[in-house]
């Protein structure tokens, strides 16, 4: 049986865990070949060895690499056309929690290495995947990771929701630039996913506490947002652009409140920088309630 993405060929920014990981397995299933990029090494290397126990060791590829960095985003595209051929779809996926605490605890440092990832990077490989799309001249599907908490208050930390929000109006900003060429531009906007980024080290807890603002009785998995992917990527969507796609369990409808906003809230208890699954160290800090 054809799979749905036969011939393609689709670059992951974050590919090595959570999502993206089981994205890119997806569309090596659907019968596309993949690049992932990921920060974090020993992660890459374990996704391609998962891929290549599963029989799709020639159709998979990986560059350790840095979303925000430009010069990081270009050499992943350039592998996937050194590799396989050409680029038609180009999954922005890479994330971090980022800043999180109170406004007024939140660094200037923290809240720029947050839009550094969330934003940055999406401009980035939009920039660069439509580059190589546009010199095929047949088009492509490019998606970005957004979230509900870019669609609603009180679904993320502040600096993370407002990142979001950017990249939800960045979709719909080049979908409107770029129709004309036949590059679609979609995102989607996960709910609570059980994920390394989800759980942060503590997956019992963060796991309970997103559980009880999901209306759906389970929490949604990487197979979710990879099945979401594959609409996105395929023909199946091919009238589908400018639009951010909610696959969050009902989460959105029943008005989350993640956070909290009581005087003993867990957002005003701590201030930091999650760091996510790159390998890099997060910061964890008691808030000064005092200020």
Do not use: C
């Amino acid at each position: 049986m054809a799979g749905r993405l036969d011939g393609k060929v689709a670059a992951i920014t974050g590919g090595a865990s959570g999502m993206g990981r089981a994205t890119a397995m997806r569309f090596l299933e659907e019968g596309a070949s993949v690049v992932i990029g990921d920060l974090n090494m020993s992660n890459g290397e374990s996704a391609v060895k998962e891929a290549g126990d599963a029989g799709f060791g020639d159709k998979i590829a990986f560059a350790r690499g840095d979303v925000s960095e430009e010069t990081d985003v270009e050499a992943l595209v350039a592998l996937a056309v050194e590799r396989f051929g050409r680029l038609d779809i180009m999954f922005n996926n890479a994330g971090v929690g980022g800043a999180f605490g109170p406004i007024t605890d939140t660094t200037v440092e923290e809240w720029d290495y947050t839009f550094d990832v969330l934003v940055r990077g999406v401009f980035l490989g939009i920039k660069h995947g439509v580059r190589q799309m546009k010199r095929q001249g047949d088009g492509g599907s490019i998606i970005n990771t957004a979230s509900i908490a870019g669609l609603s208050g009180g679904a993320g930390p502040t600096a993370y929701s407002a990142a979001k929000a950017a990249v939800a109006n960045l979709t719909r900003a080049t979908a409107a630039e770029l129709a004309q060429d036949r590059i679609r531009i979609n995102s989607i906007a996960p709910g609570a996913i059980r994920t390394p980024l989800l759980h942060s080290g503590r997956a019992a807890e963060m796991e309970a506490l997103a559980q009880d603002k999901t209306p759906w009785p389970v929490l949604g998995e990487g197979s979710d947002i990879a099945g979401a992917a594959v609409f996105l990527a395929s023909g199946d969507s091919q009238f589908v652009t400018g639009h951010t796609l909610v696959v969050d369990g009902g989460a959105l409808a029943a008005a989350p409140n993640f956070w909290g906003f009581g005087q003993d809230a867990m957002f005003k208890k701590k201030a930091g920088l999650n760091r996510g699954t790159t390998g890099d160290k997060s910061d964890v800090r008691d808030v000064n309630n005092s200020k």
